[in-house]
């Protein structure tokens, strides 16, 4: 199957932008600008006023929880935590699973998002099976909470799932272990899977450095910051996807660069959790592989990559009293190529020959876009996730002028609401 995407503003792996064609084949790009005389196209897409970027990847998130969006709000992590998100979650079944994904990949695709990278459970077949019918990207494990009375049984599940599913639905699911942190997994328990996930060939997804509080309980039980700790029990040896990162020493940031840890940066969630503002300029300058991620819809209260994107440009410049921390490029590579990188995609996350096919058509019509002196610039500062118009993941168009052609949005909502009822009455 050959799609052409003709006359399209492309953005490009250097940052500049082109008016001309992406050829896809099958799955990829084979070719950006005038298009070979043998080859012929199946399908032709007008992308006359488009921007055609690198689909987004969300590489922080927890797709279920979109069913408690605005179910808590407004409280401190372990309070949320402890008195309303975890007993909620205590009670989810696998229809819950099944449609807080689904409503979440309504929101990403809506969004532009092609890839997105989840920790959560239990039954992440779910949302395996949300993977395989929406046609997305997804980078799964199972969250597992070393300290519960499930914890054992999380562990295992996980192994089960990468058996099931690594390298699923036309290699577009990718398994990984998921300890949930270093305060609710200890470091015996963590050492057992850096040494399964070894074993196996799987890479980590965890939370790291979160909170103030959390690392200074770290260092209290432990002596080292959770970086060190995760030096320590081999975690950081098996190739890690670290969300947050927020409290960090220079020694942490070394330790970092050395085993090539990959960063989720998450500015809405904590902003809204008041976790205070990740070292990103450091991480960037240092050459840690940072990406950008939601976080649950719980704690954001959205799965919106352009917002995100916005968050982290304007964040870090406050941040440091400097307007050139995270430029827009900056921020829109951390969206889409160090996304990819961070969870463990080689060839995706640009627009170039040899790349997944994996595109985001943004609409240019309308104030937001208008004029356009610079494109990145429109993309991350004034545009907003409603003007993305078409979206194709792995050279199959999954949303083609706001339409949603693999998922029945309408059901999904009603599902996603019914269940979103129950759990919380
Ligand atoms: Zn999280």
Redesign the pocket.
Known sequence: MNTLISNATVLLPDGTTKQTNIAVTGDSIVKIGAVPADWKADMIIDAHDKFAVPGFVNA???ASMNLLRSYADDMKLMDWLQKEIWPVEAKMQDEDIYWGAMLAAVEMLRGGTTTFAD?YGPNMEKVAEVVEQSGMRGVLCRGIIGVAPNGEAAFESNKKLYRDFNGAAEGRITIMFGPHAPYTCPPDFLRRVAETAREMGAEIHI?LA?TKGEVEDCIKAYGKTPIALMEETGILSCGVLA??CVHLTEDDISLMQKYHVRVAH?PG?NMKLASGIAPVPKLLAAGVCTAL?T??AS?NNNLDMVEEMRLAALLHKVDTYDPLAVPAFEAVRMATEYGARAVGLQDTGKLMAGCKADITLFDMHGAAWTPRHDLVSLLVYSASANSVDTVMVNGKILMEKGELLTLDEERILYEANRCAEQLTK
Request: proline share 0%; hydrophobic share 15%; charged share 15%.
């Open positions: 922080h998130t927890h920790m939370h979160e969300a947050h998450n969630s991620g976080d649950g704690s």
